[in-house]
């Protein structure tokens, strides 16, 4: 009796006669064609369709008004407008660990703890500090609108460390074996170490620097309620959770979402060129898994 040889049908059928590894080898080069296809599919829609984020949608649509004119508006509290300025403030604080850098808003944080791969890692915050100014006004270089609603509404960017000023284990001793952490300097201040808990360990020291930074004069797009009262126009936060506040320009805004675009329409050919030979091998492959199992 003449067996029944194995169609070519990969969605219905297994191959036999091979091992685990070829057939999984196979399923490798079918979820690579198929990641790679979407990919190349989702990158070609976006770059055509370019359907900007919601924030950039809000900002395109809502009224802009200049600083100056919304500092001597008259008419009736507007629900909803638009600003482009910098972020000043006549009460800005300076970062501790650098007294030049005038920020709003600021935060920093130092965590001491011991190089181990122990899972009971000695660790201790040496230094905390949060500073934010109490008014902050938006300005376009002369003309000036406070801003009536929290400071810690606005964004608190990431700020580097120098590494000039990276933080200093102090140590005692002679020698790396006999050495023994005693404090930690950084920006100008001393943090001593406790001896009974550091001084007993010849491990590593490692500080981490958290640290943040809004900077006097920052760029800023704020869309808010503009309200007019007897004592002059403030920017307030409008109901519905809908104050936005961006750092930067909106020109720098429209370049970045140009550039996103065109990175789209460029990056789905080489995943479509993936495609295309991931789909060719595994096409190959699977032939001749089907011979091997059509063999007696």
């Known amino acids: 009796m003449k067996k ?4 070519y049908r990969w969605w219905t059928d297994r191959p036999r006669n091979v091992t685990q590894r070829e057939y999984g080898h ?8 198929l990641v790679t296809g979407f990919l190349s599919i989702g990158s070609l829609m976006q770059a055509l369709i370019n359907t900007p984020l919601p924030e950039s949608e809000t900002l395109a649509q809502t009224q802009a008004m200049s600083v100056a004119d919304a500092a001597r508006y008259q008419g009736e509290s507007l629900e909803l407008v638009k600003l482009e300025g910098f972020l000043v403030s006549d009460d800005a604080v ?10 709003i808003r ?6 001491a703890r011991k190089a181990s791969s122990s899972d009971d890692i000695l660790r201790e915050s040496l230094f905390e500090w949060t500073g934010n100014a109490e008014s902050v006004f938006l300005s376009d270089g002369e003309a000036q609108i406070p801003l009536a609603f929290e400071v ?16 200093n284990v102090e140590k005692t001793g002679d ?23 550091w001084g007993a360990t ?30 002059g126009n403030q920017l307030i936060d409008p109901l519905g959770d809908r104050l936005l506040v961006k750092l930067g320009t909106e020109a720098d805004f429209r370049a970045t979402g140009k550039q996103t675009r065109r990175m789209f329409a460029i990056i789905w050919i080489p995943f479509a060129i ?6 060719r091998s595994a096409r190959r492959y699977y032939q001749e898994l089907v011979e091997i199992s059509n063999q007696d």
Do not use: H
Request: net charge negative; aromatic share 6%; charged share 20%.
């Open 106 to 111: 600021g935060e920093l944080e130092l965590t």
């Open 175 to 197: 020698s790396a074996r006999t050495s023994k952490p005693t404090a930690v300097t950084y920006g100008g201040m001393t943090f001593p170490l406790d001896p009974e808990k």
């Open 274 to 279: 993936a495609c295309f030979f991931l789909s």
């Open 4 to 7: 029944k040889r194995m169609r």
């Open 94 to 103: 300076q970062m501790p660990d650098n007294e030049s850098q005038t920020v």
């Open 202 to 231: 010849s491990d590593t020291v490692i500080v981490d620097v958290t640290r943040s930074a809004l900077p006097y004069g920052a760029s800023a797009v704020i869309i808010a309620g503009l309200e007019t009262t007897n004592t």
């Open 26 to 33: 196979w399923q490798l080069l079918v979820a690579g064609a």
């Open 152 to 167: 810690v509404r606005l964004p608190l960017p990431e700020a580097d460390v120098d590494w000039e000023d990276e933080p």
